[in-house]
């Protein structure tokens, strides 16, 4: 019960923003830590725990209710000195995207989960996630999908452990093609063949990923949210 009260709340303040949350609490992948009308606070299976104020002193009132964890996402326009203070690292902030619309069109590529095989391939061109050990656990789940032309490999996508899309790297020669499109429009629809929305979060400066989910008809939410990590 309290699952559903903290989707509806979360929904009714902003539920693009905080669709990464709504996800988690939807796949029963994370619990609800703290439901009140100061914010939310959940935490995912994987640890991750995700912060989000109602009011502009609602963090404030949450700090007694914050667990011990190593990466937090708090949903707010600026990083609360609570981090700062004690250490926390972090980048800029990132906002999130959400696909509402019909299925696309995948283009004239195949699409398959990549292996533990492919561990080489994958580290040497996608650098945003630092942990060998993370990149190998999405390739054993099947989370991390090649894109390939006949039986040339052109890149790969897939979804990260809250349920985000990401993990898009097309290679240096196969860009502006039109293939990076396609790999999401591909991630889109097979969020939706499970049954979930799909949603992504774009760093600040990205303007390519900006450009790119307005094409393919995203909606971005108006807050933003910062991924923490604690020394």
Known sequence: MKEKEAIDA????????HADVVHVLKTSSGRVLHLSHSGVIVRHDCGTVFVVPFEPDGFERMIPFLPEATLFDVHSPVVPSYFVERGGKYDEGTYTYVYEG???????????KLSV????VV???YHA????????????????????????????????????????????????????LHAESFLINEAMRMGQVPFCN???????????QKKLGLARGRIPSHWIEMQ
Request: glycine residues 12%.
């Open 102 to 112: 019909p299925f696309l069109d995948e283009g004239p590529y195949g699409h398959e």
């Open 10 to 17: 979360l929904v009714a303040h902003d539920g693009i923003s």
């Open 202 to 212: 774009v760093y600040f400066s990205n303007k390519a990923s900006m450009a790119l």
């Open 117 to 120: 095989d492919d561990f080489p």
């Open 129 to 180: 996630i630092s942990s060998d050990d993370v990149i190998m656990d999405y390739l054993r789940r099947g989370r991390i999908f090649g894109i390939w032309q006949e039986k040339e490999l052109l890149g790969f996508a897939g979804f990260h452990e809250e349920g985000s899309m990401g993990l898009l790297e097309i290679f240096p020669r196969y860009r502006h093609r039109g293939v990076g």
């Open 123 to 125: 580290r040497e061109h």
